[in-house]
């Protein structure tokens, strides 16, 4: 079993949670098996929210733990799980009777590690004989602006078998790539959603078969 908490700041010291704006790349980023192309100049997607799950291994009464902590919201009519809240990172929790939670709301992998042993802690000090199980990311999520218009109607037309146009219900062309498993929403503006993958390297994969596609239908 690992310890609910790595060593984090000293006190007094101030974690930068600051993201970089720039879109262009300078060289290929770095991923975790070497698979993803993005080519200098090209735009970079940035990661917007990460959603991961994991185990605290005990059975939870959201009933007690909404009446004990501050930074949670329980409505069992609505939903039968229980939301917590924290600021560093900003994230939320979502709990259930079970065990189980989800995380929510980081802009990184390892924020996302990080919110989920602030808020294992915070349970175990309820009582709780709490560990941090079967950690997992579920889905990443992020976006960029390519820079310039995309005629989504050539894509939708070209690429019939993967994409889907339609404006009466989505004002944005979906594209479902089969290898990675990832979604990616385009807007003729040119941004661009990447959703569904499970590693930055399934996500930066995805976008360097997209950005072609993107430039082949640009809109001049």
């Known amino acids: 079993m690992q310890p609910l908490f790595d060593k984090g700041p000293q006190r007094g010291s101030k974690m930068d949670t600051t993201q970089s704006t720039a879109l262009v790349a300078t060289s290929t980023p770095k991923s975790e098996t070497g698979r993803a192309r993005i080519q200098p100049g090209w735009p970079v997607p940035l990661v917007s929210n990460v959603v991961a799950n994991c185990e605290l291994g005990c059975i939870l009464n959201l009933h007690h733990i909404s009446n004990t902590a501050w930074n949670v919201s329980w409505n069992r009519k609505r939903f039968h799980g229980l939301v917590m809240r924290i600021r560093e990172p900003r994230t939320t929790a979502l709990m259930f009777g079970s065990g189980r939670m989800v995380i929510?709301?980081?802009?990184?992998?390892?924020?996302?590690?990080?919110?989920?042993?602030?808020?294992?802690?915070?349970?175990?000090?309820?009582?709780?004989?709490?560990?941090?199980?079967?950690?997992?990311?579920?889905?990443?999520?992020?976006?960029?602006?390519?820079?310039?218009?995309?005629?989504?109607?050539?894509?939708?037309?070209?690429?019939?078998?993967?994409?889907?146009?339609?404006?009466?219900?989505?004002?944005?062309?979906?594209?479902?790539?089969?290898?990675?498993?990832?979604?990616?929403?385009?807007?003729?503006?040119?941004?661009?959603?990447?959703?569904?993958?499970?590693?930055?390297?399934?996500?930066?994969e995805a976008f360097s078969l997209i950005y072609p596609i993107c430039m082949e239908f640009r809109k001049y």
């Open 104 to 204: 929510v709301g980081a802009n990184s992998e390892s924020d996302s590690r990080l919110a989920g042993r602030k808020f294992a802690r915070i349970i175990q000090k309820m009582g709780y004989q709490v560990s941090f199980d079967n950690f997992k990311i579920q889905n990443i999520v992020a976006s960029c602006d390519v820079g310039f218009p995309i005629r989504l109607e050539g894509i939708a037309a070209k690429y019939h078998h993967f994409a889907i146009l339609e404006r009466e219900l989505f004002p944005g062309l979906v594209y479902h790539l089969i290898n990675p498993k990832v979604t990616i929403l385009m807007f003729s503006g040119g941004k661009i959603v990447l959703t569904g993958a499970k590693t930055r390297d399934q996500m930066y």
